[in-house]
């Protein structure tokens, strides 16, 4: 049954030519297993909270304080490493995010100190996340992929949430069987195998378009592509439009939503299994928007996307000690979760271009870990102030409509026009 379907999406990506199409499958396949491996040791934290209070009385607010420092730890990355990117191509950029992913793994198993708990997630891992982050993989199959781009960006980006299916339940598993810190040791591990076949399989360069909005006949210097990114009107839609995805996605559901379902009264594996169903649905979720990013009109879907996102906050309010209705919301929000990734991705491609598309886009990305962070922070201290997570939720609803409605002010674009000016 899945053969047939995965025939057919491997015959919708065209590639450059015959020749390549090991290496742009590998590119594909290797970014996938490292943001699945990435993003699960990001969620952990969420998953360890209520633990963390429990044996070593660190307060809701601290640990949230430690996610929110992470992501603007990532933020500040974000468009160096996509720069990094357009001139560099993406194994180096990886192998440095891996490394340091590995290293704050192992780090955070081995302390009982909170000091040295906030400097090895909120500054060695958030190395990590920063670097094998969507904005990254993005900007390489966009350079190794010609035809179907979003279907191929929505694959490979599809790791980010769908990875998380098989990783976080594990990870809850071996919470249960032995503690926390046996779990970061496995996720050190297995970032030292992902590090080790990037290394061996990952293209050392790729090649770069000299499609863009902005004139590379005397190449400008980093702050003068800013300066020019910055002035585009569809830059500043997506920038805005992704940081509120940030805020209602990586802030308040990676960080909230496993602590949320304890506050329910589940326990970890049936918060961990809601999870999980999240991040599996989310693997459909972006694949199918990816397929849809080269078909229909974009700015429409991604805006439609951000409204059903913000509806689902709603069942989230409902859920109460109904594990059936944390399912049904995990499947909803599972369709439009990070499903933004391939379209904001394709829409930077046509409107800003493709030779700075891994700076433009890292730019944007810091918009998303800036509104994660906001979401992450703002998550605890309410929920310490007081004892529930409801102003999180509308907050969320609220903002994902307006962000909806921001984006339809993109006009359409095609491909082929890419290097004109929005």
Request: hydrophobic share 50%; glycine share 10%; with cysteine.
């Amino acid at each position: 049954m899945c053969k047939p379907i995965i025939e057919h999406i491997l015959k919708g990506i065209r590639l450059t030519n015959s020749s390549k199409n090991y290496r742009s499958f590998l590119v594909i396949g290797l970014s996938f297993l490292a943001l699945a491996l990435t993003f699960s040791a990001r969620a952990s934290l969420g998953l360890i909270m209520p633990v963390l209070e429990q044996e070593m009385g660190w307060s809701r607010g601290f640990t949230s304080g430690a996610a929110a420092l992470a992501l603007l730890v990532m933020a500040v990355i974000a468009p160096f490493g996509g720069r990094l990117v357009d001139k560099q191509g993406a194994r180096v950029i990886l192998l440095i995010g891996l490394g340091a992913l590995a290293t704050g793994c192992f780090l955070i198993a081995a302390t009982a100190n909170p000091i040295a708990f906030f400097l090895a997630f909120s500054g060695i891992a958030a190395v990590g996340f920063g670097l094998v982050a969507t904005h990254i993989v993005s900007t390489a199959v966009e350079q190794e992929v010609t035809h179907n781009k979003g279907l191929a960006i929505g694959i490979a980006t599809s790791g980010s949430t769908g990875g998380q299916f098989l990783f976080v339940p594990l990870l809850a598993l071996l919470i249960g069987t032995y503690d926390w810190r046996m779990a970061f040791v496995a996720l050190g591990l297995g970032t030292v195998v992902i590090m080790a076949c990037v290394y061996r399989w990952f293209p050392r360069h790729s090649p770069l378009s000299s499609d863009t909005v902005i004139s590379t006949s005397s190449r400008p210097n980093l702050l003068q592509d800013v300066i020019s990114i910055l002035k585009l009107p569809t830059f500043q839609i997506l920038f805005w439009s992704y940081l509120i995805c940030g805020y209602t996605t990586s802030g308040v559901i990676e960080t909230h939503f496993l602590p949320y379902a304890s506050f329910c009264g589940f326990g970890p594996v049936p918060s961990a299994t809601a999870y999980g169903l999240l991040s599996a649905i989310n693997l459909v979720g972006m694949i199918l928007a990816g397929w849809l990013t080269d078909r229909v009109n974009r700015p429409l879907l991604l805006g439609g996307i951000y409204l059903v996102r913000g509806l689902t906050f709603v069942i989230l309010i409902s859920v109460g000690t109904s594990f059936e209705t944390l399912i049904f919301f995990s499947i909803l929000f599972g369709l439009v979760d990070y499903s933004t990734v391939p379209v904001t991705a394709s829409l930077v491609a046509t409107h800003i271009g493709k030779s700075v598309m891994g700076l433009a886009f890292g730019l944007i990305s810091a918009g998303h870990q800036i509104g994660a962070a906001l979401g992450a922070y703002f998550g605890g201290v309410l929920y310490d102030l007081y004892a529930q997570y409801d102003w999180v939720w509308w907050s969320s609803l609220w903002l994902a409509v307006f962000a909806g409605v921001l984006v339809f002010l993109i006009k359409e674009k095609p491909e082929e026009n890419s290097a004109q000016t929005t």
